[in-house]
RNA sequence: GGACGAUUAGCUCAGUUGGCUAGAGCGCCACAUUGACGUUGUGGAGGUCAUAGGUUCGAGCCCUAUAUCGUCCACCA
């Protein structure tokens, strides 16, 4: 006997991954129609999170039906560079050994944080091969890849000539921390305390001076102007005029300019175009100059003054609020909140400084990316988030895509220094591996930046596929860095667009709002025809699961405490689209005993075939074998319509609900008499097939146990339809009702004694006698003339219990009871059809569900009352 | 400031176009038991579906307000 008294998920588990991957199960069948789905890709730096373990199992639930029912199906795995997240842990490695990003070139660097991911990613890829994912790994891609990389640059080459790229000088968001820019989406922005000072500026002709309110006094130092707003009459005559900029020998102007909102403070707003996004437009509408006082290491430069200068934007601060008490400038200050941006990762403040950049012009992609949302060519899931990501869309600022990072794909443009105020003349060329190039006899030099890591995940259905393949420029030389992958699947193009997408709901706007712009951008299509969004999974609180309050769940842990199959089953139970759900452990239980329960009816029924079993075409021959291939034809159904609305939990709800209820419960124990060998093997096969995509590992496991069967369960079909006889069905269903009818009297009465069960002329009882002993808590089933004992009344069959007058007498009061509850129905039904409008107005076939019930219910109703009679006439 | 979501059993949550006795897991109570499984079996208790109105023959579900909690977006000096 292969199988242990209970089920062993971690001596299982490598095991059956193996052999799947052995047998070259997870590759695509190419046959049948195609059903595909991308794996976002995981950082390559770390440890997958309980996000990838629940986003994973999802696909994989997917991609293991689909597979089943005979789709071309793949789940194309990949690994991301991930060129922000990575060099953020890089960095706190170099630090732990005393070095930092100074200590080496920026081609160094780039080599070493390679090693390092290709050894991280290692321990990634085992940790999805522990969470029993049946991705196609011969066709993993890295975004870093050659092919990768082509595609990347191909796209930007286009963009560029479409004027979609462009270079320009803005406001960024930039971390003095870790001295890059980044995108709008990538601040997160908190409600911080601070302050609101007043400050007055003197005007250059004596008459008097303007009041400005500022939270950020250093800035004052770059000020070009003051704005008012155009309407505003308390300062129309000023407008023209000059203010003295206190701290400094400069005369600025006083302008009016819609920006200013007179509501705010006194209407008077400073200009600080090198510092505010906001002024930096003010300053382009009314050509000021741009004088910035900050620098990129986040200390005063020189043309903030010499007393200011070196000093921190912090120092500088209330270094400018001393000396302007000094000059009685100050007019006040009062406590306010007020949102800042900050580095998501270490915190900083994030300072807006002007720089050159590399820019992606959104508007004409979100225009398109609208059309089709709008359209109806993506079907979102849960609906709603369409109508989020439209409304991102449309206040989506143009994208600033350079990193001032090394790890990453080089930015493929080169610069000619120019002499004079001549912008510099800029060529795309991918020879990025040198700095300099000469092209026609003129010197370039590489931008040494890199590109967002989204710019190309972006791109990854279309990449992963390898859909745009042929018109991809072939490169001269061979990309140092690919990874050959031996025996790729030949021909992915068939799989774009994918058939689904699904990913946290974080990863809305970062990443799937680019992959449907830059999808629609290089192929005309979306990217995928569904896509779902999960919640977040919070800890078991209810609150947000992150390091620093230390209140993270890892997965690996959960899948040695129970399982692979349990932590699959358990995470997605009681989930649904959308909705951010607390973690629970007590669901990953109840999922993990379920395998063994299964793994015990597998025991139960390779003990009672016999090693010896060969399976023959199946005969249904009890009821209960009628029965319980209905009940799998519909959990069969509930998973196939709950799958296709992407129901997940119900999906495998029904799965859990029909195997221990019905298979265990009823089907294995009414086997216990007699049984049908055939049938027994067909109701274990199907139970396996239903639940294999919620459960691979344990499934698999049995399958690979059973002495009669072979091949892999993995690749077996998904079940077809049943026939079985309704009128079978029904006897064992009425079997059921009876056996749990005594079961509740007996359960009710005192003693825990067991009576014999009496019918009289019951063609359904008699035949099955031995059925209901088994199942029901009886000594005997015997036939009568003339009936005594306590008349089982709600089964509706002529039988009864064979109690004695004196417990009989005991029952009385659940008699009563349950005689109150029935009037009760009838009185609720009687009520309904008397409702002239119900009649009327509800569809006829309720109506006379309606009037069918009422009957059962009078018939129910009759048997009660003579039974009362019988035990008070006892009494 | 804007948008979205949630409020259902002790806890975590389902409840698909409104349909009649609102479900699951865990927890709880009682009982059982040694041959598939104690990661068990049987039975049970527990919900005026946040509140107030409305529409309807019929509302957990639709509409209108209110309250509480949460998330996201945002260039508020």
């Not at 800890?539 to 349990?566: F, H, L, R, T």
């Amino acid at each position: 006997m292969k199988f242990s008294k209970a089920y062993e998920p971690n001596e299982n588990e490598p095991i059956i991954y193996a052999l799947w991957e052995g047998e070259n199960a997870f590759a695509p069948s190419g046959t049948g129609q195609p059903y595909s789905t991308v794996m976002p890709p995981p950082n390559a730096n770390g440890n997958l999170h309980i996000g990838h373990g629940f986003e994973m199992g999802l696909k994989d639930i997917l991609v293991r039906y689909h597979r089943m029912k005979g789709f071309d199906t793949i789940y194309i795995p990949g690994a991301d560079h991930a060129g922000f997240e990575t060099w953020v842990v890089y960095e706190r490695e170099l630090e732990k050994i005393g070095q930092s990003r100074f200590d080496f070139s920026r081609d160094q660097l780039y080599g070493q944080v390679w090693d390092f991911v290709a050894k991280q990613r290692g321990n990634m890829e085992l940790q999805i091969r522990a969470l029993g994912i049946s991705c196609s790994w011969q066709d993993l891609v890295f975004t870093l890849d050659k092919k990768v990389v082509d595609t990347v640059y191909d796209t930007f080459k286009r963009m560029w000539e479409d004027g979609l790229i462009y270079r320009g000088e803005k406001i960024v968001n930039y971390c003095t921390e870790h001295q890059t820019s980044f995108a709008d989406i990538e601040v997160d922005h908190q409600d911080d305390k601070g302050y609101l000072w007043d400050i007055a500026y003197p005007l250059v002709d004596g008459s008097g001076e303007v009041v400005i309110s500022t939270t950020r006094p250093e800035t004052l130092l770059g000020d070009t102007a003051v704005a008012v707003n155009p309407k505003d009459k308390r300062y129309a005559k000023l407008v023209g005029k000059k203010v003295k900029l206190p701290l400094t020998d400069r005369k600025i102007p006083i302008i009016a300019d819609e920006h200013a909102d007179m509501t705010v403070g006194t209407g008077a707003v400073k200009i600080t175009p090198a510092h505010d996004p906001n002024d930096f437009e003010v300053g382009e509408r009314h050509n000021l100059p741009r004088i910035q006082v900050i620098g990129f290491d986040g200390l005063m430069v020189s043309a903030a003054g010499d007393s200011y200068r070196g000093l921190t934007a912090i120092a500088a601060r209330d270094k400018v609020l001393d000396d302007l008490e000094k000059l009685g400038l100050r007019r006040g200050e009062k406590a306010i909140t007020h949102s800042v941006g900050h580095c998501y990762k270490c915190g900083s403040v994030i300072e807006p400084l002007p720089m050159e950049q590399w820019f992606v012009k959104v508007k004409p992609l979100a225009k398109q990316a609208i059309a089709a949302i709008e359209n109806g060519d993506i079907k979102f899931y849960p609906n709603n988030k369409g109508k989020v990501l439209v409304g991102y869309y449309k206040n989506l600022r143009d994208w600033n895509i350079s990193r001032q990072i090394p790890w990453g794909i080089p930015i493929p443009m080169f610069s000619k220094f120019e002499e004079g105020d001549n912008a510099p003349e800029w060529v795309f060329d991918t020879r990025v591996d040198q700095t300099e190039i000469v092209v026609n006899g003129t010197t370039y030099t590489r931008d040494e930046d890199t590109l967002d890591t989204w710019f190309s995940s972006g791109q990854w259905p279309f990449i992963t596929t390898g859909y745009l393949d042929d018109e991809t420029e072939p490169e001269p030389k061979e990309g140092k860095n690919s990874i050959n992958r031996p025996g790729q699947t030949p021909d992915l193009a068939r799989f774009y667009p994918n058939t689904v997408m699904e990913n946290g709901i974080d990863l809305l706007f970062p990443w799937d709002s680019r992959m449907i712009m830059l999808g629609l951008y290089r192929t005309n299509q979306v990217p995928w025809k569904d896509l779902y969004v999960h919640g977040m999974v919070l800890d078991e609180s209810g609150q947000k699961m992150s390091k620093s309050k230390g209140n993270v769940v890892s997965p690996m842990e959960m899948i040695a405490k129970y399982g692979s199959d349990a932590f699959r089953m358990g995470i997605i139970a009681g989930r649904s689209a959308g909705m951010s759900q607390a973690f629970s452990k007590s669901n990953m239980v109840a999922a993990r005993n379920f395998c063994n329960k299964l793994w015990n009816i597998a025991r139960f029924v390779q003990d009672k075939l016999e090693e010896s079993y060969q399976p023959h075409d199946m005969q249904l021959e009890t009821s209960a074998d009628h029965w319980i291939v209905r009940q799998l034809n519909a959990a069969r159904r509930s998973v196939e319509s709950n799958l296709a609305a992407y129901r997940f939990a119900e999906a495998s709800e029904a799965v859990y609900q029909t195997i221990w209820n019905d298979v265990a419960d009823w089907y294995v124990e009414a086997n216990k008499t007699t049984f049908n060998p055939d049938v027994l093997a067909f109701v274990l096969e199907t139970s396996l097939k239903l639940a294999h995509p919620f459960a691979p590992f344990v499934t698999e496991a049995i399958w690979q146990n059973l002495s009669w069967t072979d091949n892999l369960l993995i690749k077996e079909h998904w079940p077809e339809k049943m026939h079985f006889g309704s009128e079978e069905a029904k006897q064992f269903e009425s079997i059921k009702q009876l056996v749990t009818e005594v079961r509740l009297v007996t359960n009710q009465l005192p003693g825990n004694k067991r009576y014999n069960l009496l019918f009289q002329s019951d063609q359904l009882i008699d035949t099955n006698r031995s059925l209901i002993k088994q199942l029901a808590p009886i000594t005997e089933v015997q036939d009568i003339d003339v009936p005594h004992g306590m008349r089982l009344a709600v089964s509706g069959h002529a039988a009864w219990l064979d109690i004695d007058a004196r417990t009989l007498k005991h029952h009385h009061a659940n008699l009563v009871a349950r005689l109150a509850a029935v009037e009760d129905e009838i009185a609720r039904l009687d009520m309904r059809l008397h409702n002239d409008n119900y009649i009327k107005k509800a569809p006829g076939e309720l109506v006379e569900e309606t009037k069918h019930q009422l009957t059962e219910a009078k018939k129910l109703l009759q048997r009660l009352k003579n039974e009362l009679e019988i035990t008070e006439s006892i009494a």
